[in-house]
């Protein structure tokens, strides 16, 4: 690269790691494919999280691999032809040890490894064992659909803190935890996961809603790739915690491209992760994202991603109501205005 985009700094920190790059590689079969590391590197990936271990996967029920199947039935062709083979997806815990080693081995970027548990003892198991293999940090995936009735809001938020509590106690790396976004006061769930000893937050996972087969009358599981539209979503909450929490912030979901990214960083993301648009298009999306944030750096004299993350979050706009009820009322004028 040459010209004045060349002299912008483009790192930045996530959970207390110096990246050189802030577009991170979300957890999906590619990072879990060693054949798409280099190019993953060689585009400017500033770390990866390799697929999940789930501890579920591990007593033989194929979670991942449906998810991955149901996606790979319902994509394009061209699409379906960046997907490493799902037959080889992360089966049993030694496999994914083993994935975890020799990303260590190969890879110069940060591993992150990402862990599903299912017990509490799993969690604390499996976390320890990642760390073992050389994984720089830990990404706790929270995937979970509160359907007990008797369980309240309270109770299942004291369930994850204590999860990450135990988890904390036994792993030096950092960790990190991905969240959906159904909470009823993420706010004050953030600030008891940081008090906790969380290093970051990863905002949000993607819930996968199962459909229904009008021929057979089955429930199937359904996996579509993401769009832009729904990075707003973890936009507006990262705006509202950046200056709550001094914890990282990744944003994940809906981040196809250089502004999809650049927008989180300025709502106070540290990180943005892509895993739909690497799918779709290749490790090589990652470059072509990377180039158009320094263009439009260039154009306004950014001279780092420092310097501009954060400053579109609700601590730093003039109107801090825009990110909280005052938006109902105006986006519901402004359509029609
Ligand atoms: C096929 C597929 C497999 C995925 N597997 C995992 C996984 O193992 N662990 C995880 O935390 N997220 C997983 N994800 C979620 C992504 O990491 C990401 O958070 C989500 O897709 C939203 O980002 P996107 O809009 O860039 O796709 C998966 C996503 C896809 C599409």
Sequence with gaps: MTGPECAIDMSTTYLGLRLRSPIVASSSPLTGDPSRWEALEAAGAGAIVL???FEEQIERE???FDMGRAFGADDSAESSSYLPDLDRYDT???RHLALVELARERLSIPVIASLN???????VHYARSLVSAGAHAIELNIYDVAVDPWASASDVEHRYLELVEDVRAEVRVPVAV??????TSLAHFAIALEHMGVDGLVLFNRFYQPDIDLDTLDLTPRLQLSTSSEARLPLHWIGILRGLVSCSLAGTSGVHDGADA?????????VAMTASAVLRHGPEQIATMLS??????TARDYVSIDQLKGSVSRHNVPDPEVYARANYYQ???SAWA
């Design 178 to 183: 991905k969240l959906g976004p159904w909470f």
């Design 262 to 270: 650049l927008k989180l960083l300025l709502a106070g993301a540290d």
């Design 292 to 297: 158009w944030m320094r263009e439009w750096m």
């Design 62 to 64: 194929a979670y991942a």
């Design 92 to 94: 049993g815990a030694s």
């Design 51 to 53: 697929p999940s271990l």
């Design 331 to 333: 986006v519901l004028h």
């Design 117 to 123: 548990g299912t017990s509490p003892g799993g969690w």
